[in-house]
């Protein structure tokens, strides 16, 4: 469970009294197991077992004697180790005892601290603050009737980071009557050391930097002596004593890493510097171990660049955030890239709080062709590489002042080793761009799961010329429990028997059904208790169960027993959200989601929530969204439900507001999710279960296996630093794994840690897919065809540019040329040779004039089919083309399209968006004639009239041919998935008349907005300017309710 890095600092604690210190980490690992198991036994059992009662007894043994250890000498080397580990001790007694004697007081007392307190104090010296501040989100503030419980308050504020609402308490103040004179002594020492508390506070925000010494002041007057007979006894008010000592240690320590020390980078204005870290005080006040470390190095200073690894939950942003603000106290502007609108969305939220002046109300634009935004450049422009990549073909210039470069989940750049992947081509071309554009700027690229990062860092520095470091820290705040569904090998030897008797009787080609209701067996978890798979030791695991009903298993078509495992982890979920855990189950496709969910929410007891507040706080955004949909019936949101769903055909609306209500508190406590959520989003989930080690594949419809890094990353979406510090992750594999005995593990278990747990968090070697590309390029023939996604990339590169974008300057600072250069690979240099030769070629063989080239250039069509778009064009009389409406040139353009294979190949370049045209023309989505399509595909033109003038979902789906359903699918991947493809292709008639009438000397001025904007007319579903404009002032507005507002 524990980091590699954790482990090692839980050995450094010195022995106690018998107590083993090389195997303790895996010791606090089973026991956190069992209390996992504990938390909600189905039969509500309170009895403590004997093993239990014996863990119980070394705990308080680790708790004591540690916390005395950390309190009688500081100046120990393993003292931060002492203070972690007796933290840890006493947190898992407070959750024994949380669940079995509830009752039992935690309040603070004159002779006496309770665990929880020493654990959020032992926690924060131990620099762990993540671990403090989810012990204070477990405990409910007091009303704060008496000074003790204010200081108990001001404790869970510290531990939360809530320094504001800490400084916000108004000590009480009373008078005291003549025989009260022990009660206003002890309460004195109370309000010191609250009074010291908040001036910790005051110091941590910057409002003060003068010296205090109440902890110390509190220390003397706990103390004190009584004289018996002719003896002077020492007696001591134990609680004061005990908490000032421990209080004192905190201050020194939080005050050492709080983030209002950062030293600002050179050449910086302090005064404005600290400003700025005032401003992330309030709301992260404490450096982590791993955030500290990165500062120390002065990345912080212009002209360092750095490559991070974090591991899921170690806290990147907040580093990013502190080289963000470096970067524009400096002049700069910065450029944050994203591989999804959802992580836009998020990141564009999360900047917003910190940097008042970014505008987060801007349209979610993506690579398509259009005016909007590609004028200039904000302070901090977050978009995805796709859209970068159209700005740097329409405008480079715009990038002049960009000093940073943030790529967030750079992985996106890895290259399959198996095909070429469109999206990792594009990302790591848009990389290679940007070296070449902004050369001066500084790059931080972020990703929790690459291992080569220190290779990527040497990298970026070569291409640069300045330095660039590596922050790949193993450290994180949070620890998650990998776990694994097993089964009794008794139970599935007697199922398995069952089916080959009823198999060698039954007639039918089907499995019976009542044989199918037959499979049930008991499933147990198997836990790992190492947080890394090591083969060479011993296995470290922990075989339980949660609950002693037995799970439906399935039977496929080929009469083989199989795990039923979208059934089977809604079964393991509903036993954690009915105990109160926020869980997230992964599932591998958006209709398994929604079944799943379904199943999930019918498993759950009715639960009195009350959303009131929430529905009334998103009443108008529930409107919106009514009024998009044409009813909330056919919304993914539903206040009625316990569980929500997260995956590809959610609106963006129903997106945040399924998070934001599994973020509430209250909120609900389930999301079924596809593997969208595992990129990035970051929600407060202590267990996630993931169904099944395999993933669909929805472009070609076949399953494949998930590699290491894709499970790490979900998995990695347990526990969240402030909520959840320990995780939990339980995997419900693809097959059935069983075991005969408890303390022999399964050999299957044993092949799935070897190939996915004995790797870190970091475990994806990037490979650059600019090999891949040169490969195949250089070994087709000069008459051999190249695939339209290689073409598209061949096009985009500049045959006849000025030196810096030259194939040959662009090439040469790949990730590959680096590489060859490291390995002395000559035959890199050969292939880019090649592949100019093919570009000039390409070239020479087909003359086209400079707006057909630069077209191509731009966009990477094909320059015959750009030529023969321009020749249909300009049939026309500009006067006509100036007057036509949205509609029109939707009419137009499917018109143009129609009966041509070659001209839908090359405008709808990747198989998912003509999966898409195939499916909405009522066609199979993946075994579609072509030619059908072409032959029908004048069909689409109503649909999307339908919504260029505003129909809604329900109105748009009623004209998809096919089956409908509760959700309006058909309209969903219409809209969703369709429409951004439609506008990538119809904005090249926008970049065709834009360069054809420059040429003819039009200002741009000039050029009607329809033809400049079309592709975000027709992206966003507005048949006006005015209508586009209003949904660009109006961002939280959906399309329908505009086009209504535009009624009145």
Same mark, same amino acid.
């Given at each position: ?26 010791? &606090? ?64 007694? *407070? ?8 009752? +039992? ?5 004159? *002779? ?13 010296? @131990? ?78 925000? =910057? ?28 007696? &001591? ?19 050492? #890493? ?39 190095? =002065? ?64 349209? $979610? ?39 940073? +470069? ?8 890895? =290259?399959?080793? $198996? ?88 007639? =039918? ?102 959303? @009131? ?12 969204? $009514? ?22 055909? &959610? ?43 395999? #993933? ?108 810096? %974008? ?22 890199? %240099? ?35 089919? +750009? ?53 909405? &023309? ?40 096919? #089956? ?85």
């Amino acid at each position: 469970m524990y980091n590699l890095k954790t482990e090692d600092i839980i050995r450094q604690v010195p022995e106690i009294d018998g107590s083993e210190t090389k195997n303790l980490p895996q010791y &606090l690992t089973k026991v956190y197991a069992k209390i996992v198991s504990v938390r909600k036994r189905v039969n509500g059992s309170k009895i403590i077992s004997e093993e239990l009662q014996e863990d119980i007894s070394e705990l308080r043994k680790l708790a004591n004697n540690l916390e005395s250890l950390v309190i009688l000498n500081q100046s120990r080397n393993d003292y931060v180790s002492a203070a972690f580990v007796a933290g840890t001790a006493h947190n898992l007694l *407070q959750m024994i005892r949380d669940h079995y004697s509830p009752s +039992v007081s935690n309040e603070l007392g004159i *002779q006496v601290i309770p665990s929880w307190i020493s654990s959020i104090l032992l926690f924060l010296i @131990g620099e762990s603050p993540a671990d403090a501040a989810e012990i204070a989100g477990r405990i409910n503030v007091y009303k704060g009737d008496t000074i003790q419980e204010q200081l108990s308050n001001a404790i869970i504020f510290l531990a939360q980071g809530k320094l504001g609402a800490l400084r916000t308490i108004q000590p009480i103040i009373r008078e005291y009557d003549y025989n009260e004179t022990e009660i206003e002594a002890q309460d004195y020492l109370w309000l010191r050391l609250l009074l010291g508390v908040q001036r910790m506070a005051d110091s941590l925000l =910057g409002i003060t930097n003068s010296p205090f010494q109440h902890f110390k002041e509190i220390i003397e007057l706990s103390e004190y002596e009584i004289d018996f007979y002719d003896e002077t006894i020492k007696s &001591l008010y134990s609680g004061p004593y005990h908490l000032s000592i421990l209080l004192n240690l905190v201050n020194e320590k939080l005050l050492s #890493r709080g983030v209002i020390n950062v030293k600002p980078p050179l050449n910086m204005d302090p005064t404005a510097w600290t400003t700025f870290l005032k401003k992330l005080a309030e709301s992260r006040p404490y450096l982590w171990q791993n955030h500290y470390e990165a500062v120390q190095t =002065g990345f912080l200073n212009s002209g360092n660049s750095a490559v991070m690894t974090f591991p899921t939950g170690a806290g990147k942003t907040t580093v990013a955030e502190l080289k963000i603000a470096s970067a524009i106290m400096s002049g700069s502007s910065v450029l944050y890239l994203v591989p999804t609108h959802a992580l836009e969305d998020q990141i564009n939220r999360d900047l917003k709080t910190l940097f008042d002046y970014l505008d987060t109300d801007l349209l $979610e634009i993506g690579g398509e062709f259009t005016d909007l935004g590609s004028a200039s450049l904000e302070i901090i422009n977050v978009m995805t590489p796709e859209r970068c990549l159209t700005l740097l073909a329409m405008n480079p210039d715009s990038f002049e002042n960009i000093g940073l +470069v943030v790529f967030d989940e750079f992985h996106l750049i890895n =290259g399959r080793t $198996e095909k070429i992947d469109k999206r990792s081509l594009d990302a790591m071309y848009c990389l290679l761009k940007l070296f070449i554009e902004v050369p001066k700027s500084d790059y931080l690229l972020i990703s929790a799961m690459v291992e080569n990062g220190e290779e990527i860092a040497s990298w970026i520095a070569q291409i640069t010329e300045r330095n660039c470091l590596t922050f790949d820290s193993k450290w994180k705040p949070t620890r998650q429990l990998h776990g694994c569904v097993i089964y009794p090998s008794l139970e599935i030897n007697e199922l398995e028997n069952e089916i080959t008797q009823v198999k060698s009787q039954h007639i =039918g080609k089907t499995v019976p059904k009542s044989l199918k209701d037959k499979m049930l067996a008991t499933p147990y978890q198997i836990y790992n208790l190492r947080n890394i798979w090591n083969p060479s030791i011993p296995p470290d695991f922990f075989v339980n169960k949660l609950f002693n009903n037995k799970v439906k298993l399935e039977i496929n078509p080929r009469w083989q027993l199989t795990t039923n495992r979208n059934e089977v982890a809604a079964e393991l979920a509903a036993f954690f959200i009915k105990s109160g855990i926020k869980t997230l189950v992964f599932v591998s496709n958006p209709i398994y989601a929604i079944s799943t969910a379904k199943k999930l929410n019918d498993m759950l007891d009715d639960r009195n929530t009350n959303f @009131g507040p929430f529905i009334q706080q998103n009443a108008r955004r529930l409107k919106s969204l $009514e009024l998009e949909l044409g009813s909330l019936i056919y919304s993914f949101f539903n206040a009625d439900k316990q569980i929500a769903s997260h995956h590809g055909l &959610l609106l963006p609306i129903e997106r945040q507001l399924n998070e934001l209500l599994f973020r509430f508190s209250d909120g609900i406590h389930g999301i079924v999710a596809t593997a969208t959520l595992a990129q990035g989003i970051n929600l407060p989930a202590e267990v996630v279960i993931i169904a099944g080690d395999d #993933r669909f594949d929805e472009d070609t419809e076949v399953s494949e296996k998930l590699l290491a890094h894709e499970i790490l990353n979900a998995a990695g979406r347990a526990g969240r630093a402030g909520t959840a510090a320990q995780g939990v992750v339980i995997l419900v594999p693809g097959q059935v794994i069983s075991f005969s005995r408890k303390f022999d593990p399964p050999i299957s278990w044993i092949k799935m840690q070897q190939r996915v747990f004995s790797k870190s968090d970091q475990c994806l070697t990037i490979n650059d897919p600019i090999t891949q590309f040169l490969d195949e390029v250089s070994a087709a023939s000069a008459e051999q065809e190249l695939r339209q996604d290689l073409n598209s990339l061949l096009l985009r590169l500049n045959a006849t540019g000025i030196e810096k %974008s030259s194939i040959k300057n662009i090439f040469n600072k790949s990730f590959s040329a680096f590489k060859a250069k490291q390995t002395g690979d000559e035959t890199f %240099s050969i292939k880019v040779e090649k592949l100019i030769v093919r570009r000039d070629n390409l070239a020479i063989d087909l003359i086209y004039d400079d707006v057909v080239e630069i077209v191509s250039l731009k966009t990477g069509i094909d320059p015959n089919i +750009v030529q023969k778009l321009q020749k249909s064009l300009l049939k026309h009389d500009l006067s006509v083309l100036f007057g036509f409406s949205v509609i029109d040139w939707i009419f137009w353009f499917f018109h143009w399209l129609k009966d041509d294979e070659i001209r839908i190949l090359e405008m709808f370049p990747n198989s998912t968006s003509r999966s898409q045209l195939a499916r909405a &023309l009522g066609l199979k989505a993946q075994n579609y004639n072509l030619q059908d399509v072409a032959t029908n595909i004048i069909q689409i033109v109503p649909i999307l009239t339908a919504f260029i003038n505003g129909k809604n979902y329900e109105e748009i789906n009623n004209l998809i041919p096919g #089956r409908s359903d509760q959700y309006l699918s058909k309209a969903r991947n219409f809209i969703i998935k369709l429409i951004p493809q439609i506008s990538f292709a119809i904005g090249v008639l926008s970049v065709i008349m834009k360069e054809h009438l420059v040429r003819e000397e039009y200002q741009v001025e000039e050029i009607p907005f329809v033809i400049k904007n079309l592709a975000s007319l027709v992206k966003e579903g507005f048949d006006t300017e005015e209508k586009l404009q209003y949904k660009i002032t109006h961002r939280t507005l959906l399309r329908v309710q505009i086009h209504k507002e535009f009624m009145i």
